[in-house]
């Protein structure tokens, strides 16, 4: 497909929407802008450059950025050649990125790195066909070749995310893995999803959100399917975010709950106001939203607010339309098209509407397998292809979903999923530590932030925060970092020896 020289019909496509507004303003960065017609010509030339260096259809290539008009370049044209995009957290160690640059068996690294050291020690870790940071002699502009063919790409690029999980082991969740699906219902599930809310064509939409998760990469990805402008804020600061909305009459926003706090508390505290009247959605997710903060969303901003509920593995499953928050304020919505929630026990048996069970879903994005490990088993895919989704839930009589729990060895805070598992992996290594549990405690800021209960060996009394921060640093990327820790002299466990957080959540304030 991306070999041909005529344009691609379909009126999602970056090449279509640079045939018919080729002089438009595809995306806004500080004093930086791109039309279509550029943002589609770079990434031809990119694709030239990519394909000279080796890579080619289903290449896995890895992407290490934070949301820039380099980015947008850069997974357009992955697109383009037919391959798929690993996305890589910019806050990961070097050990990190290689571990997964490994499983993924990827063949290209691209990020905004410009730290030579740091680009060396992945490249002697991994053989690459391509490595690329921001440094002069290996920069991204080294690899536009000009002239360039005519490039042809999907409506979306494939996006490889990882996700942990309650083991600690990430695992790879690839568009290429999805369940088979009838093609035509599968289009209508991705048409609900892209038109939740409505994007009118032409949209100026604020992106706040990192494009290594997915609802970053399909917000940026749904703009443009609409012919509307990115105006792009990598690093999110509440003032900036509102002089963004107010100068460039943003109409759509996706936030997490963290980011809407910090909004409140500033339009709560500050001298200045905001004309913020443009805005005709915000679309919040990634995270429980409090029914109060919904409720001053409402009040503040009129009938804005929308919300969906979704995991990686079977991608979004609900959704809640401003009207919804006034007959069911606190429900997490209602299926899109094509979905199906079951609320299930613990052997797979459908509960009573009304009765609290674990959220299962068959949804037209789920995928059937981790990367590299075979098909789900049964214990998280059942035959009938419900997807266990790790969190607790019920049913009303009018088809509302109430999530009511989770999964309570994860954690979430800022919108960021954040497994103890993998933490706790870590730290039983520091030489003080005999054992350790990383529980999430509520925080005003974060929604949650990760405490870790230790026990300490033998003569050892004290370890402070900034201790296990420092022996953590290049072991883990930041945000996964313990914010607080509590020493006890032993942690309290089951007959069989298994640690009981629910005891440690309720000592220390997380339950």
């Not at 003032?239 to 009459?249: K, M, Q, V």
């Not at 790790?390 to 009589?397: A, I, K, N, V």
């Not at 954690?411 to 103890?420: A, C, D, L």
């Amino acid at each position: 497909m991306n070999d041909q020289v005529e344009l691609n019909t379909d009126h999602r496509t970056l090449e279509f929407q640079a045939r018919r507004f080729p002089g438009r303003l595809a995306v806004v960065h500080d004093d930086k802008t791109m039309t279509y017609a550029e943002l589609d010509q770079a990434a031809d030339m990119l694709v030239e450059g990519l394909s000279r260096a080796g890579l080619g259809p289903r290449s896995r290539i890895g992407v290490r950025m934070r949301p820039s008009i380099d980015w947008l370049i850069v997974n357009r044209a992955i697109g383009k050649l037919g391959a798929e995009q690993l996305a890589l957290n910019p806050q990961l160690t070097t050990a990190e990125t290689v571990e997964l640059l490994d499983d993924a068996r990827a063949e290209a690294l691209i990020t905004a790195d410009a730290d030579h050291t740091k680009l060396a020690e992945i490249a002697a870790h991994r053989p690459l066909k391509l490595i690329v940071g921001a440094a002069d002699d290996q920069s991204l502009a080294n690899l536009y070749i000009s002239p360039a063919p005519k490039r042809v790409g999907p409506p979306q690029t494939p996006i490889l995310i990882y996700t942990s999980g309650t083991t600690g082991k990430s695992k790879g969740v690839s568009f290429h893995d999805r369940l088979p699906w009838d093609d035509d219902e599968r289009r209508e599930y991705q048409d609900a999803i892209a038109a939740t809310p409505p994007h009118p064509e032409g949209v100026r939409v604020l992106l706040t959100l990192p494009v290594h998760h997915a609802a970053g990469a399909v917000e940026a990805t749904v703009t443009h399917q609409r012919a509307g402008t990115l105006y792009l804020l990598p690093r999110f600061k509440a003032e900036e975010a509102l002089d963004l909305i107010e100068r460039h009459r943003i109409q759509h926003w996706m936030a997490v709950p963290t980011m809407l706090l910090r909004i409140k508390t500033l339009l709560e505290t500050s001298d200045r106001s905001w004309d913020l009247t443009s805005l005709e959605s915000i679309y919040v997710g990634a995270a429980p939203v409090p029914p109060e903060l919904k409720r001053w969303v409402l009040s503040t901003f009129g009938p804005v607010l929308w919300e969906q509920y979704g995991s990686t593995e079977a991608a979004a499953m609900t959704r809640m339309a401003p009207e919804d928050f006034l007959t069911h304020p606190t429900a997490s919505g209602r299926p899109f098209p094509h979905v199906t929630i079951e609320i299930v026990d613990e052997h797979w048996r459908p509960k009573p509407i009304g009765e609290e069970g674990e959220i299962t879903a068959r949804t037209p994005g789920l995928v059937g397998a981790y990367l590299g490990q075979g098909p789900m088993g049964p214990e998280t895919l059942s035959p009938r292809g419900f997807f266990k989704t790790g969190d607790t839930g019920r049913l009303d009589e009018d088809g509302y979903l109430y999530v009511t729990g989770r999964s309570r060895d994860m954690i979430v805070s800022g919108g960021v999923n954040i497994y103890p598992a993998e933490i706790e992996a870590v730290l039983q290594q520091h030489p003080d530590i005999q054992e350790c549990a990383v529980i999430g405690v509520p925080d005003p800021d974060m929604g949650e932030k990760a405490l870790v209960v230790l026990e300490l060996k033998e003569n050892r009394r004290e370890l402070a925060i900034d201790d296990i921060q420092t022996f953590l640093s290049d072991r883990l990327a930041k945000y996964k970092h313990p914010r607080a820790v509590e020493i006890v002299p032993q942690l309290p466990r089951n007959p069989m020896g298994k640690i009981l957080k629910p005891t440690l959540r309720t000592r220390f304030g997380g339950a």
